[in-house]
């Protein structure tokens, strides 16, 4: 197992930090504006943070002709419908729930993996799935009952988690020939182009200028999400002991409701705290167990 030096550590926290308080960060940035204008400005100024590191890496951005079809596939579930359904999944419910929901992506992916390309699935996997769906039901059953409910918001970042997952293990089962860095780049930016599409078509009469709050949202999620977090995830991919990456995961969606109590005054909850309980299961039984072996291998 790769050892992580006190730096490695260091960064694998912020990183945990900043994705588990963007939730209400993007909370506060799609409240009084459109969401996909805002996800599509936050991407255009995360783009050049990307490419800036991929040239001081000395890596470069071109892709084969061949593989141009095959970059779009990727992204189509990794970064459009996941960045598309999860922007107007937030708008809809409060943050905590919306990182709660989002973070059933890597019990989709086991599911995909099972139906999609025939990998066995371990009890403990099958006992996963079964707490994600708990969860997520017992969230949406509560907005179901709630005359002012959005049980829409959460069916969006539903899909935009089943979106993810699905595009995850098709990564992994995708060879593009081309650096992770640059993958992301155009996955990126073909996702800003169809959120930018998309609020043209549907928020057109929506845009104004943003305001203070607004901006700094921005800023924070170009900055910080798009530009730091993403780059420096490239790197310690590759480090990563599997315990780890899979705990800091699991960390986000208790960070995106704690801060969302802080910073937006949300009230959590019992049905919160035990949705949240059941998807950590959920994700432990998947992520901290070693993967059952692919059918015919």
């Known amino acids: 197992m790769t050892l992580l030096s006190r730096k490695d550590w260091a960064l694998l926290v912020l990183l945990t930090v900043s994705w588990g308080f963007n939730w209400p960060i993007m909370k506060l940035g799609v409240t009084d504006y459109p969401p996909l204008a805002f996800r ?8 050049p943070a990307i490419w800036l590191a991929a040239r001081m890496q000395g890596v470069s951005l071109a892709v084969p002709r061949d593989k ?17 359904f999860v922007i107007l999944g937030v708008r809809l419910l409060s943050s905590g729930r919306a990182a709660i929901l989002g973070y059933t992506m890597p019990v989709w992916a086991a599911l995909f993996g099972l139906l999609f390309f025939g990998q066995r699935l371990s009890r403990s996997a099958w006992f996963g799935i079964a707490c994600a769906f708990g969860g997520a039901l017992l969230l949406m059953s509560t907005e179901f009952a709630n005359v002012a409910g959005k049980p829409a918001g959460s069916l969006m970042v539903l899909i935009a988690a089943a979106a993810w997952g699905y595009g995850t293990v098709l990564m992994k089962r995708s060879d593009v020939g081309i650096p992770t860095i640059s993958l992301t780049f155009w996955m990126l930016l073909l996702a800003t182009l169809t959120l930018a599409i998309g609020s043209v078509l549907f928020e057109r009469q929506a845009w104004h200028l943003p305001n203070a709050t607004v901006w700094w949202a921005m800023a924070y999620n170009a900055l910080i999400i798009f530009g730091f977090a993403h780059t420096v995830w490239f790197g310690l991919a590759r480090k990563l002991p599997p315990v780890a990456s899979s705990l800091s995961v699991m960390m986000i969606p208790v960070l995106g409701v704690f801060s969302g109590a802080w910073l937006l005054g949300e009230t959590p909850h019992w049905q919160d705290y035990a949705a949240m309980a059941l998807i950590m299961l959920a994700m432990s039984s998947v992520l901290l167990k070693p993967a059952a072996p692919a059918a015919g291998q």
């Open 40 to 47: 599509a400005l936050s991407m255009i100024g995360g783009l």
């Open 68 to 84: 141009i079809g095959e970059v779009a596939k990727l992204a189509l579930p990794n970064m459009v419908l996941w960045h598309f």
